[in-house]
C-alpha cells in the first residue's frame, strides 16, 4: 500500500515564451475523449480533447495519473470550454525521456508545447496534487499564456513530503485477486478513493499499469516517480509572483482517503489519526501561507472531503470552477456554490 499512500500525499502531497514560441510541434487531435498525442522536441506526449467552444481550459493530472482520470470530469466543464488534458511525461502513453529529466521548468516546457501545438495561447489551469507545482510556475514565469490557476489540493510547498510520507502508518497492498482483471482493480481503487466515478478510475489504470505473472501493476518505475517529486520540491511556490487571479482548494485530510477497502477498521483508524496529527496541520499552514502571499487569491476548505475531490464531488468541484473561471471579480471573497 505504500505506492498508493505516497500518491494520496503527492497524488496531498524556464525557457522565455519568446525562444520557446519559434520552435514547431506536431499536435493532432483523432476524436474527442480519446487517446491524441503531440510531439514536443524528441518526445511524444499523451493528451485528450474533450472539445467544446469557448476560452480553453488545460487539466493537469496529479502524480501517476495519466489523462483518463479526468474521462468522467472534463465533460462537465466542456459545456462552455475547449477543455485538454495532457499526460504528464513519463506515465501512461506519454514518452520516458532518454535524460530522465522531470525538473519542473522541463515538465511546464512540455505543457506549453502542447499548447502551441493545438494553437492554443492562453487557458486557465486546473491542477490536481504535484500538478500544483507546474501551475505555480506557469503563474509567476508564464503570466501572458495564463488566464487563472485552480489548485485542485495542490497548493503546497513540499519541500517535507519525503518526513510527511514516512510518518504516515503503511495500508495494505490489493490482493492478488484485486490486481488480476483491470475491472477488479479499478473496483479495488475507486473504493479507496471513495468515488462512484469507476469508470474514470478504470480507463486511468489502463493507461499507467501493465498485466503480467503478478497482475496489474504500475508502468512507470519508483524512480520516475522520485525523480518527478524531486523537481517539484526545488521549484518552490512563489505566490506573491503570481498576478492571475488564483482558486485553492483544500481538502480536509480528516476522513479515511485513500485506504484500501482491505484495510481493517484498526488500519482505517490509525490513517485518520496519523493525517489529523501530520498532514491537517501541513495542510492549514499551506492554506495560510497561500492566503497571506498569493496576489490574488481564494482559498477554500472543503469539510470532509477528500483528496481526489474532482472524482468525489465531480458536479460540485465542476460547478465551482466554473463559477470562478467566469466571475469578473475573483481578487477575494468567491461565493462557492452549495455542496
Known sequence: ???????????????????????????????????????????????????????AIILLTGLGNSAHIYDEFAPLLAQRHRVIAITRRGYGASGSPADGDYSNATLVRDILGVMDGLGIHRASFIGHSIAGGELATLGADHSDRVDRLIYLDS???????????????????????????????????????????????????????????????????????????????????????????????????????????????????????????VLRPWMLAAKADFERNARCGTAIEVPRSTHHIFLERPEWTAKTVLKFVSARKVCGRLLIPRR
Open 155 to 277: 497548493a503546497y510547498d513540499r519541500s517535507r513530503a519525503l518526513e510527511l510520507m514516512a510518518a504516515l502508518p503503511t495500508m495494505p497492498l490489493p490482493g492478488t485477486a484485486d490486481r488480476a482483471t483491470l475491472d477488479a482493480f479499478a473496483g479495488w481503487r475507486a473504493a479507496a478513493l471513495g468515488t462512484k466515478q469507476v469508470r474514470a478510475v478504470r480507463s486511468d489504470l489502463a493507461a499507467i499499469t501493465g498485466s503480467g505473472p503478478n497482475g496489474y501493476l504500475p508502468k512507470a518505475s519508483p524512480q520516475t516517480a522520485a525523480a518527478v517529486l524531486r523537481g517539484d520540491i526545488a521549484a518552490k511556490p512563489r505566490w506573491n509572483a503570481i498576478a492571475a487571479p488564483s482558486l485553492a482548494i483544500f481538502t480536509s485530510k480528516d476522513v479515511p482517503d485513500q485506504v484500501p477497502p482491505n484495510a481493517t477498521s484498526e488500519q482505517r483508524a490509525a490513517f485518520v489519526a496519523a493525517s489529523n496529527k
Open 1 to 55: 500500500m505504500k505506492i498508493w499512500v505516497a500518491a494520496a500525499l503527492m497524488l496531498a502531497v524556464g525557457t522565455p515564451v519568446s525562444a520557446h514560441a519559434q520552435e514547431r510541434y506536431d499536435c493532432r487531435t483523432t476524436a474527442t475523449g480519446k487517446d491524441s498525442f503531440c510531439q514536443v522536441g524528441d518526445l511524444r506526449l499523451n493528451f485528450v480533447d474533450w472539445g467544446g467552444r469557448g476560452p
